[in-house]
């Protein structure tokens, strides 16, 4: 049977964190659920790492003891995310915001002949403007980031009959 993983002595500081950590609804669900074992092994001794980690929400048994001894190690930060191995990105933070604050302003003000962007004019401006071309995922993917909606073109031609009545009489022959 394997050796039961023991929650060490936490200071006055690190319990505070751990219940702000493991109650918030802004930080990362799995900071707050790694918090979570803890806080719940601090509320109940009695409770082994492993039905921490299930009352957390985890699945599997060896989640909570992994949790309770990376802590144990590493304190607070131990909580946290550690970076992981991948593609590095493409692109570098300063072209996206750059992409962003292009998106910001008016295109009339910058000499454009149109008043709204489209993701194909807004590719084309940060192309000429900048020399690099974004592939228009790229672009999208930043734009909703940033909390950017895109809305539909309306044409009123389409319906005109339905949104102005005298639209035949305007329209002429």
Known sequence: MPKRV????L????????????????APRRSVQRAQIIAALVADPTLTASEAGLQAGYTSRQIGPHW?????EEGLA??????RSGRPPTYSEEVRN????????KPRGLGYPFQLWTLERLQTAFEEREGIRLCDVTIWTWME???????????????AENHDDEFV?????
């Open 68 to 72: 309770v001894r990376r802590f144990n």
């Open 145 to 159: 980031a940033a909390g950017f909606t895109w809305k539909h073109q309306e044409s009123w031609l389409r319906d």
């Open 169 to 173: 009489e305007k329209r002429g022959a």
């Open 11 to 26: 200071t006055d500081e690190e319990t505070v964190e751990v219940q702000r950590l493991a109650a918030s609804c802004t």
């Open 78 to 83: 131990g909580l946290e995310d550690r970076p």
């Open 98 to 105: 750059k992409v962003i604050d292009l998106a910001l302003q």
């Open 6 to 9: 023991v929650l060490r002595a």
